[in-house]
């Protein structure tokens, strides 16, 4: 497999403000690569460095092996970006711009526009003006993914999509992957990065903490294990047997969290302490970002 | 009634918070206009005398008098405020309209107001902060500009009027602009509808107060509040009274504004957003189509006003015909265009240069577009296709270009037919086209500014619009101020072959083309090697 996206040490600074500070990235082909942290973390500075909109101060890489500075128009060619805030031209049409920006990229599926435009019961007569955020939206995700491109780049696509609309671009996005797309989706809502994505980055005042698939962050991260036994341990001993964390004792049941690499050890151990059930809870990614949000001990 | 005015207080202070470089300047410099171009004509023409001798005549004439409203009195003093009690009207009217607009349905259209909209703050708030602070400029560029000429050692109830002048043209805009910005839904539409009342209202003042006294269609110029700046006549009959004129238009259209108000959605106008095709015409298949489709308002506006101009310029040029054996015209005429030539000549020459002004505000509006696309993020979505930077600013400074050079087409053209047929005295059509294309390298200059200041540094890129009113003033009033020579060559409008009549001279409209070359060049390099954002 090769990288779509491989870029190193990037810094940005605008005056005094460090936007990125040594970010590296790097998103396989035909995956969906989830693109987390908060407001200000640093994820439209980078999306905007991919495009060739800014020029990083520091740092190399490549997007679909070209330089995005210096090659931005050629690398335009096989990508499509729908902004995070899509604002659209006040007197075109939603169908107007869609066929726009499909002409700009040098072609649209007419087949999947159509489908897409059904799918996401967006009407394109309506001026860009009168569109509320969500249809503004979806105008912009119509155009990208009717577009026959290789790369979809979605900053915060479905901030302002309804419930059932987020479903539909769940869905089109499975397809994308499965006909080989590779997609940057920069997101915080972590249940959508969680369904959808193979491989997640997260970033944090401008540099990447944590990079892999959701397997590889669950690993290395606690799990949270509930227990009830037959022969309880003391509070104590719970806390003394390696890798555990957060231990509490009530009777026969105990509970706390383990480190990944010691929870075989502690399974083994706790069967030698009778276990009538059993649950292990892996991190949510709720857990694994907060975790990585909270303030770092000095 | 109090709570639909809470936080009222809170937003006039937030608009002058925002406004405090804006009011401040625009007054400033109404003021310097005023009085600055009154000084230099009393110097010239000290005495009633020297001023009634050399030139009341001529100001009698119907083409010069459609150009800036009647004059008041064969007076020095009625002389050296003859040009700005109506271009300063005029520029009141704007600054007016700005302000109420800023602060009203442009923080609508952006869903700024939407935020403030739901803390304590009353529905009419808003408009009520954004008309007194427009009341307040307005009202400050005229007492000042009237004290500045009561100081001047000028007529004082004379002085008083002139204020009145300017005041009621102001105070009018303010209210219909009150009404205005609650019909329409966009800012854009709030424009049409602003600077369309301010057009219509020069336009009818000029045919008015080129009608004969008495007839109907003079008194039809009492409809229009720049009609009233001049039917005050300061220096003259006084009027003082034409201010309740503009008083009851502003109450008026307060009055109708909050009605509208009160009925309407936030965000929402009386004249409904329209909905249009479900796909793109051929037009919209590159940046170039983009923005040439963009323009399209701008590009049928400005053709139907060029060719009204040029109809009425043409046929105005009958009346001057009557005025080619007075050398004391000519006199005049050469110091409002410095041309040579018959009267019809310079004429020509002088309006040309009028419009030739106005058209590169067109341009320079349309440049600033690309600016004004990344500022909202549409440049970064052209940007993200595989259209290049070099394309787009291009298509960007092309469009401008070759609108204003169309439109000088136009112009000339009309001119160059409808005068013919009005006076054989008149130019030729090959005359009017060829004096109309002489002025654009003037006009490419101004959009070359925009383009380059665009292209490099975007945050003063709003300074072209200074640089176009500075050359437009230094080019109307720095002959008659006898500003130094520096001054009046840093304006293209100075460097232009004076048609129809004159030579065309080739080196100098060559080295503005070249300059206009240069600046673009500059401006596309730096726009490749910044940031876009």
Known sequence: MT?????????????????????????????????????????????????????ADRGTGTVLGRDPWREATELHRSLAYVPGDVVLWPTLTGGEVIDLLGRLRGGIDEARRRRLVQRFELDETKKGKAYSKGNRQKVALVAALASDVPLLVLDEPTAGLDPLMEEIFQAELMALRDAGRTTLLSSHILSEVEKACDRVSIVRAGRIVDSGSLADLRHLSRTRVHALLRSAPTLAELEAWPGTHDARVDGAEVWCSVDAEHLGDLVATLGSHGVETLTCQPPTLEELFLARYQPQPA | MTTRLAGAPDLLRLAWRRDRILVPASVIGLVVLSVGSAQTTLELYPDDESAAAGLAGILTNPSIIAMYGPLASQTADALAVFKTVMMGAFLVAVLGFVVVRRHTRTEEDEGRLELLGSGVVGRWSPLAAAVTLATVAVVAASALSAAGLAALGMDVPGSVAFGVAWLAAGLATVGVTAVAVQLASTTRGAAGLGFGFLAAAYALRALADSADDGSVLHALGWLSPLGWAGRVEAYGANRQWVLLLGLATLVAGVVVGVAVLERRDLGAGLIPARTGPARAGRILSGPLGLVTRMARGTIVGWTLGLTLGGVVVGSLLGSVADLADDPVVSDFLEQLGGSAGTVEDIFVSTELGFISAAVAAAGVALALRLVGSERSGLGEVVLSTPTSRLRWYAANVAVPLALTTFLMVVLGVVLGVVGPAVTELAPSLGESVGASLAKLPAVWVLIAVAAALGGAVPRFAPFAWAVLLVTFLVGELGPSMQLPSWILDASPFTHLSQLPGGTFEVVPSLALVAVTAVLVVLGGVAYLHRDVA
């Not at chain 1, 491989?6 to 460090?18: C, M, P, Q």
Request: glycine share 16%; no cysteine; charged share 20%.
């Open chain 1, 3 to 55: 990288d779509v996206i491989s870029v190193f040490g990037l810094h940005k600074a605008f005056g005094n403000t460090v936007a990125l500070d040594g970010l590296d990235l790097t998103v396989r082909e035909g995956e969906v690569h989830g693109f987390l942290g908060p407001n200000g973390s640093g994820k439209s500075t980078t999306i905007r460095i991919l495009l060739g909109l800014l020029r």
